[in-house]
């Protein structure tokens, strides 16, 4: 967990965001509460939004919780703002005017479709620092990992067309050189 701290503070100070996969139970959310600072929104699956609560009193109780989820759902300045997928999807306009000083996205596996809806509206955020949690980034396809580094740091495997050109196709025919390069 202390690695994970370390490796994600760096890449906040440094501009980037991040990828954290991690097995299920080893601290994912506990190691992004420990990086954040200044206005976050946290994008996770309703089934976990009170465990996030739960986490920010007991390990960050200097911050701020809002839920913005519900019929009544309004933005405020909390430190930590709280939703889920489906209502990122609903009010992506709402959240994209945001400058988040950082947007976690947990269960990332939600974004694997770039296609999607969810996807699309992840994309449209603005933070300066964003993280991805997933136990699973990759489930079926490469373009997966693409979706996930698409939100983190756009433009770092170049577009989508280009990733499948220079990556996955070769992959998917065997080519270890060319899995080497995108592993490193």
């Not at 019929?71 to 945001?98: F, I, K, Q, S």
Request: charged residues 25%; proline residues 3%.
């Amino acid at each position: 967990q202390a690695a994970g701290v370390a490796w994600l503070t760096r890449l906040r100070d440094a501009g980037l965001g991040g990828v954290l996969a991690d097995d299920m139970g080893l601290g994912k959310t506990i190691q992004t509460l420990c990086v954040l600072r200044g206005r976050t929104l946290v994008v996770c699956p309703r089934s976990v939004i009170h465990n996030w609560t739960k986490e920010i009193e007991r390990f960050r109780p200097d911050l701020g919780v809002s839920l913005y989820h519900g019929p009544n759902r309004a933005l405020d300045d909390a430190d930590v703002t709280l939703t889920t997928y489906a209502t990122l999807r609903n009010d992506a306009d709402a959240l994209g005017e945001v400058e988040w000083s950082c947007v976690v996205l947990d269960e990332a596996q939600a974004i694997k479709n770039p296609d999607s809806q969810v996807a699309r509206a992840a994309y449209g955020l603005r933070g300066a620092f964003r993280v991805s949690l997933s136990g699973t980034p990759i489930e079926n396809r490469l373009d997966e990992l693409w979706s996930q580094m698409h939100f983190v740091n756009r433009g770092l495997l170049g577009g989508r067309r280009d990733f499948g050109e220079r990556y996955e196709r070769p992959m998917l025919a065997g080519d270890a050189a060319v899995t080497e390069r995108l592993r490193r």
